[in-house]
């Protein structure tokens, strides 16, 4: 069964290789004076257009000798292929008993699916030949691969999907990318982002008519996001164009935050200018974090300037993201949002610097914003030495916040008559603000937190409550 997902083939092409097709792999030239000497001679990595057209008209035995000699020296991955690509086109047998058991045995089953793929199907034995005849058929004879399909073996189905897209010349993306969901995988990376840049709207309209089929109403994301930023890269006017036209939603901010990406890319001050000029302050808490995230490395001061601005027209909630909605009317939090993304960029560089920026008291009635909290639990557990030495120059509802994971974490490292000091501290209501101290300290120590309780300056019906809470806890 697939994932879903068209998985990436290895291919025996290096990054020093180019961009060769198979097509450009088989030139047709005239016949070459070279002889197998003179081509031996010759620089495979400078000089491939020579021996390709020496190849070309090569019969096997003269391959077979250029392989020879060629196997042992300087080699070029290019140059390596066309060889097997040629050999397996005149003697197919002879060239790939030729290299069994050796590491360039894929690449002849790989070649030699380019110019019979039924035979080198039929042929191959062992795993390491089918997975690469498999994937030569892919990248090679896409339409033989979309007639015989089922004769492929069902565990290397996938293999053949992903490389089938390997090399799309000649290939119409709507009929590849409809074979490939058929056959149960989403999405074709490359391909998908060049039919985007050579015609966007018929890319769009395939999405449209291609709609997810899980219960996940989020499942067809990935490739909208991909013809967005595709379509924002190449045609930036056309996503101008159709994001004013596109109504308030979650499509028309995805268009919006690309071409704010290109804006930023081209003119950091007008992206900065816009962002503050944007009146929704979480679209624009999104935009300043990317830019603060943009100039972290090369001026954190002006990271941490934008991160107060974010802060400070966002107290209650700083880690807005992208979320799951539910029929059922849950949700689900997925993907960390850039203003979030930068203050714990800051927070790793300078933890007080970020606590200080963010020690802003909520709206009445509300708690500290969720960021502040993780930040303060962080610190406390990493060091809570240093953690205390802050806290105490905060006040309020900060100090309270602080106080609580102070205390707990004291508690936890069995200090609990500093950990009772952060509860007093913490400005809670005294008939709870003990209750977490109490609760580790009977369990560690029963005697002695019963010694405090006592001795405390709580008032009895306090006391009791705490008794009756303890007693409740034990087994």
């Not at 890269?233 to 159709?242: A, G, H, N, Q, S």
């Not at 994971?405 to 000091?421: K, N």
Request: net charge negative.
């Amino acid at each position: 069964m697939f994932d879903g997902h068209l998985a990436t083939a290895p291919s025996h092409r290096s990054a020093d290789s180019g961009n060769l097709s198979p097509a450009d792999m088989l030139p047709s030239a005239p016949r070459s004076s070279d002889t197998v000497e003179s081509m031996l001679e010759a620089n495979p990595k400078s000089e491939y257009a020579r021996i390709a057209g020496r190849l070309a008209t090569a019969g096997a035995e003269e391959i077979a000798a250029y392989w020879a000699g060629y196997k042992g020296g300087a080699r070029e991955e290019p140059v390596t292929e066309l060889i097997f690509i040629q050999w397996t086109r005149r003697d197919p047998n002879a060239a790939t008993a030729a290299v069994t058991g050796t590491e360039d045995e894929g690449t002849a089953w790989w070649a030699w699916s380019a110019s019979d793929p039924a035979a080198a199907l039929a042929a191959a034995q062992t795993p390491l030949q089918k997975q690469q005849a498999v994937r030569g058929i892919g990248e090679f004879q896409p339409d033989w691969l979309r007639v015989h399909f089922q004769e492929i073996p069902e565990e290397l189905r996938e293999s053949a999907l992903a490389a089938m897209v390997e090399w799309t010349a000649g290939q119409d993306p709507r009929d590849t990318l409809d074979f490939l969901r058929q056959n149960g995988m989403n999405g074709a990376g490359d391909l998908f982002d060049r039919w985007v840049g050579q015609d966007p709207w018929a890319a769009l309209d395939w999405l449209k008519e291609n709609p997810a089929t899980s219960n996940d109403p989020f499942a067809n994301q990935p490739d909208f996001d991909r013809w967005i930023t595709t379509i924002a890269r190449e045609r930036p006017e056309d996503l101008e164009c159709l994001a004013a036209q596109t109504p308030p939603g979650a499509d028309k901010r995805a268009m919006d935050a690309a071409l704010f990406d290109r804006l930023l890319k081209d003119d950091p001050a007008a992206a900065l200018e816009k962002a503050r000029a944007t009146e929704a302050p979480l679209v624009a808490a999104q935009m300043l974090g990317k830019i603060g995230l943009k100039t972290l490395a090369t001026d954190p001061d002006q990271a941490f300037a934008i991160a107060a601005e974010i802060v400070a027209a966002n107290r209650d909630d700083t880690g807005i993201g992208r979320r799951l909605a539910y029929p059922d009317g849950s949700s689900q939090h997925y993907v960390q949002s850039d203003s979030a993304n930068l203050l714990n960029a800051l927070y790793d560089r300078d933890r007080a610097r970020t606590l200080d920026l963010m020690a802003i008291a909520p709206t009445e009635g509300k708690s500290m914003s969720q960021t502040f909290d993780n930040f303060a639990k962080k610190w406390a557990d990493d060091d809570v030495a240093g953690f205390s030495e802050w806290a105490r120059q905060q006040s309020g509802m900060v100090l309270q916040n602080s106080a609580t994971h102070i205390g707990f974490q004291l508690a936890q490292q069995g200090r609990y008559p500093e950990a009772v000091e952060w509860a007093d501290a913490s400005g809670l209501d005294p008939d709870r603000a003990y209750s977490g101290v109490l609760y580790l300290w009977s369990d560690a120590d029963p005697q002695a937190a019963a010694t405090w309780l006592e001795s405390s300056n709580l008032t009895e019906p306090q006391k009791a409550s705490y008794r009756k809470r303890l007693n409740k806890s034990r087994p």
